[in-house]
């Protein structure tokens, strides 16, 4: 689906990927439905995207706000017409500490945005999604899905929950004019961990340098394109595409490897 004269839902849009997301959409000549739960950020989105002439209406809610995310769909097509394409973007990670001593209310927290909060809005829009001439859902999972992380392993598994949701929505819609992809990114520059509440180490510090992170609008550039190509699967970034072979190779020898390097983040 070409994603010009069309109307696009981004989640997370106040802010790193979300917000690339929405100055690449706009520059190919869609309009940008920009929500996010943080009002300030997203305004500033609206404002890049309008000095760049484009069009875009912002909405201030949480994901895992059931009854919002239920009204979205009506305020959008208020705002600027019916949708013709969601992407859910918006996620957090959980605190860099293992199982055993994660607070089963961080892992409520994370399943609730990562998973919940995309099911929601999925099946509050797929049903104007499926009335248009042709339509598009992107979901944005991680290559924590398939590469397990030390210290993030219910992100991990809220994000293979996505992954499998839509896989099985894509076979589902295979005969409709709905197309879906999903999304396995690597390490992106974006602040999703500070928008988690949770500490990382400083930009150019020893820790950081270890994980080369790629541009978040680079990634947002190859998100677009999987759009307009109706790509089913993708992923963003050298450490995503190398881990997604060696997990299926080598599952074993790949969680070896990522302990590794990531083991010195374990709270």
């Known amino acids: 689906m070409k994603v010009r004269n069309k109307v696009i839902v981004v989640t997370g849009a106040g802010s790193g990927m979300g917000r690339e997301l929405a100055l690449e959409l706009v520059r190919r000549g869609a309009s940008v439905a920009a ?3 943080r009002a300030a950020p997203l305004a500033e989105t ?13 909405h201030p809610l949480n994901i895992t706000d059931a009854k919002a995310v239920a009204e979205l769909p009506a305020a959008v ?4 017409g019916q949708a013709d394409g969601l992407v859910n973007n918006a996620g957090i990670i959980q605190p860099f500490v293992t199982i055993n001593e994660l607070d089963i209310a961080d892992a409520e927290r994370v399943m609730n945005v990562n998973f919940y909060g995309p099911l929601r809005l999925v099946k509050a829009f797929l049903p ?6 042709e339509a598009h859902i992107l979901n944005v999972s991680s290559m924590g899905a398939y590469a397990p992380v030390p210290g993030q392993s219910i992100y991990g598994a809220s994000k293979a929950a996505v992954k499998l949701m839509t896989e099985g929505l894509r076979s589902e819609l295979l005969e409709t004019n709905v197309g879906v992809t999903i999304v396995f990114p690597g390490a992106t520059a974006t602040n999703i961990a500070q928008n988690s509440g949770m500490s990382v180490p400083a930009a150019g510090s020893t820790e950081a340098s270890k994980f080369p992170q790629l541009a978040a609008d680079v990634a947002a550039r190859k998100m677009v394109d999987a759009i307009e190509n109706n790509t089913p699967r993708i992923t963003t970034g050298r450490d995503a595409k190398t881990l997604d072979i060696l997990s299926r190779l080598n599952p074993v020898w790949a969680a070896g490897i990522i302990y590794k390097q990531m083991k010195s983040l374990l709270g």
């Open 35 to 37: 929500v996010d739960m």
């Open 46 to 58: 609206a404002k890049l995207v309008t000095a760049r002439g484009g069009r875009i209406s912002t």
């Open 77 to 80: 097509t208020q705002a600027l």
């Open 128 to 133: 104007g999604l499926l009335a248009r001439d």
